[in-house]
């Protein structure tokens, strides 16, 4: 396909609409962050993702949009679910709500540098990582597992692992209404039950920050913090559990499409009417493995707090905990008209303005959180939901890759990235050389730039910038 991009504003471009789309394309970046890499192809997922039954509006990227499975990353899309809207697993991706949980400490930079060795060798001995099993808590076997992608943080809360409090600043208040653990299959089962509590691999990590800059001071008193503050950031998901749901369900998807009528320019983008059977099946399925997210960050912030509490007396208290690969039942004004929608995030975060009835009580008139991380040695983001944000309230969710991993293994040590790292005060826990090599900064978009074009595109409001001290590595 000819992809014909058009520039609308510094931060916004159109892909004009051209058959098989149904809508045209959104990018939301400047002419700088769009995908420059040899073989992205991106913008051309942006225009096929249009292509979808049901989609509406448009199909959109976000300032950190590159190419992925099916959908772009920073990919946003929603179908009419009463008009034949279908439910793709592209759309939300192998790693079901992966996502990030920002924790704000009772401790200040400066108080803490002395005790920072300490603090970084406890997680570090602590908290499980990389490929394969190793989570924090064994489950005792199926039926506990399907407990726990039932109630999702819930759960573990509930086991003494974490407060209240921790539910009301998590998404969904920690669990996603509709799952069904029937539909998770036993392979899933058997990856999930050794894994609750353990970051993963790839771009995964446990980072400790501080508070460099606040833009917002009304705003992030109301998130609890301040310049200054030392916060600690999880990004990871569900684990080989969520891969397994997402395969699953991706190949039950591909055989059906002729029983659909439904023709796709990829098949990556095999997907389902959502009210069908396949379709609720997934549904059912994905919402299992998003509580086992969310309990999985849950438990990884236990250990944190255990690791604060032994080395620097501090308390960590819950920010906001929100997903970034996910498709949501969500009610939308479509042309004036309220619709039910199934909105599609991959690598896209729900960014919700004050007012927002699913907010939290104490952040009503702030609005959500948005949290936009970086990578090693390069700063983070939180934000926040704006009025006005037409994407369905949807938000960029990092910096967003421009190597691929093959690439950065070619073009960086690891060795040698740990001693720069150290060189600028940023202690390092990897899982290995390869895995630190593979995540170098230079392996991403510009975090700074893509934080400027999201503000400026309308998606979310800037708040603070959270800097690096150290970080523990999938």
């Known amino acids: 396909m000819d992809i014909g991009l058009v520039q609308e504003t510094p931060f916004r471009f159109r892909i004009e609409r051209q058959d098989p789309m149904r809508v045209p394309g959104i ?14 192809k991106a913008l051309e997922q942006v225009a096929n993702v249009a292509s979808l039954p049901g989609i509406v509006r448009a199909s959109y990227a976000m300032p950190d949009v590159h190419w992925g499975y099916g959908f772009p990353i920073g990919g946003v899309a929603a179908t009419d679910i009463d008009a034949g809207g279908v439910v793709s697993p592209g759309g939300v991706g192998f790693d079901i709500s992966c996502g990030v949980r920002l924790l704000a400490a009772g401790i200040d930079r400066g108080p803490l540098a002395p005790r920072m060795r300490r603090l970084m060798d406890i997680l570090g001995d602590t908290v499980p990582r990389g ?3 190793g989570g924090l808590w064994k489950l005792s076997g199926r039926p506990q ?11 573990a809360v509930e086991h003494g692992r974490g407060v209240p409090r921790d539910l009301e600043r998590c998404e969904d208040g920690g ?7 029937s539909q998770v299959g036993q392979r899933a089962v058997d990856r999930g039950l050794r894994q609750v509590g353990s970051l993963g691999s790839a771009n995964h990590f446990l980072e400790v920050q501080a508070v460099d800059r606040v833009y917002d001071a009304g705003t992030a008193t109301a998130f609890g913090l301040h310049p200054g503050q030392v916060c600690v950031m999880i990004h990871c998901g569900s684990r080989g559990l969520g891969h397994q749901v997402c395969s699953d369900h991706v190949r039950v998807m591909d055989q059906s499409l002729r029983a659909y009528g439904i023709h796709l320019p990829d098949r990556q983008l095999a997907c389902a009417p959502a009210v069908s059977v396949p379709g609720r099946d997934y549904l059912g399925a994905m919402a299992a493995a998003a509580n086992y997210g969310r309990a999985n960050r849950q438990l990884l912030s236990e250990a944190a707090r255990h690791a604060f509490a032994v080395a620097a007396g501090a308390e960590l208290d819950l920010v906001y905990d929100v997903s970034h690969n996910m498709a ?3 009610i939308h004004d479509v042309e004036g008209v309220r619709r039910r929608l199934c909105v599609h995030r991959k690598g896209a975060t729900r960014a919700l303005p004050p007012g927002h009835p699913d907010l939290p009580g104490d952040l009503a008139e702030a609005g959500q959180p948005v949290l936009v991380p970086g990578t090693m040695g390069t700063a983070s983001y939180v934000m926040a939901g704006t009025a006005g944000n037409d994407a369905f309230w949807s938000s960029a969710h990092g910096a967003g890759r421009v190597w691929s991993r093959h690439q950065a293994l070619r073009l960086v040590r690891g060795e040698q990235l740990h ?5 600028h005060g940023i202690a390092v826990r990897p899982a290995s050389w390869r895995a630190l090599a593979e995540e170098a900064p230079d392996a991403y978009k510009d975090v700074d730039a893509v934080a400027a074009a999201t503000e400026a595109a309308g998606l979310a409001r800037l708040v603070a910038r959270l800097v690096p001290l150290g970080v523990v590595k999938g």
């Open 131 to 133: 490929l394969g099993p």
């Open 145 to 155: 597992l399907e407990e726990l992608m039932v109630a999702g943080a819930a759960y």
């Open 27 to 40: 990018v939301f970046a400047t002419r700088e962050l769009l995908p420059q890499a040899v073989g992205d």
């Open 328 to 330: 949501k039942i969500e």
């Open 175 to 181: 669990r996603l209404a509709g799952a069904d653990p």
């Open 419 to 423: 001693e720069e790292l150290e060189s």
